[in-house]
């Protein structure tokens, strides 16, 4: 069975302060690994997909990474409209199309 | 572009009635979409995956007669919660995936209190 787990539950940074959370995974064959934000009370908003180890991609302040075996998403200089749950999630190779998702990692910029 | 809307964005209903939620794609034709459930403090839930005029596939534990998905058009999902009860309580999300493509893109969310 898929997993993912993220690191830390929640970071709280200052405004300037840069940071990476973390998501590692186990997954049968990886398809697609996906980067979301979620801000209180709204659906997740797309933030990236790789799918290879050694990819990087990169959005603003945002870059996010890829190993066999982790993805880190490095945040520079962040800014308090940062402030937001990230969620990970991974698909695997197999014909279904589900998604596992993570439990994310609640952000906190203070001006 | 890749914009996916949900109505209502907040309803409440009584106890053993039923509740109809939409989810449309915007600007994309969907062939697939999902239904997920999120708790408080919690990650996303799938309840189903549904195939634009095929059946929906239930997760396990998704009670199949409870959780009413239709997937009519390329650009509509609906999910009927039928009798609900208070434990139905909760923030209901859709997603669509265009074609091939292996991102999905989320809905707004529903809240649905059920008293």
């Known amino acids: 069975e898929d997993q993912v787990t993220q690191s830390p539950e929640a970071l709280r940074l200052q405004e300037g302060e840069s940071s990476s959370l973390n998501c590692s995974y186990t997954?049968?064959?990886?398809?697609?690994l996906f980067w979301y934000r979620q801000d209180p009370g709204k659906g997740p908003e797309f933030l990236f997909t790789?799918?290879?180890a050694g990819e990087e991609k990169e959005k603003e302040r945002l870059k996010a990474t890829l190993t066999k075996k982790e993805s880190f998403l490095h945040i520079t200089a962040p800014k308090p409209e940062d402030s937001a749950t990230y969620l990970c999630?991974?698909?695997?190779?197999?014909?279904?199309?589900?998604?596992?998702f993570g439990t994310g990692t609640k952000l906190q910029v203070i001006p | 572009g890749a914009v996916v809307s949900q109505h209502p964005s907040r309803v409440i209903c009584k106890s053993g009635t039923s509740v109809k939620i939409e989810c449309r794609s915007l600007?994309?034709?969907?062939?697939?979409m999902f239904w997920y459930r999120q708790f408080p403090k919690q990650s996303l839930m799938l309840m189903a995956t549904?195939?634009?005029?095929?059946?929906?596939?239930?997760e396990q534990g998704v009670e199949k007669d409870k959780f009413l998905i239709n997937h009519a058009s390329l650009t509509l999902s609906t999910l009927t919660v039928t009798s609900a009860h208070p434990e139905d309580s909760s923030f209901y999300i859709c997603?669509?995936?265009?074609?091939?493509?292996?991102?999905?893109?989320f809905g707004p969310g529903t809240r649905l209190t059920v008293t």
């Open positions: 790789l799918y290879s």
């Open positions: 999630a991974v698909r695997n190779s197999g014909g279904y199309q589900k998604v596992t």
């Open positions: 600007d994309f034709q969907a062939t697939t």
């Open positions: 549904s195939n634009e005029g095929s059946k929906a596939t239930y």
């Open positions: 997954v049968s064959g990886l398809r697609g």
């Open positions: 997603s669509a995936t265009e074609g091939g493509a292996y991102e999905q893109y």
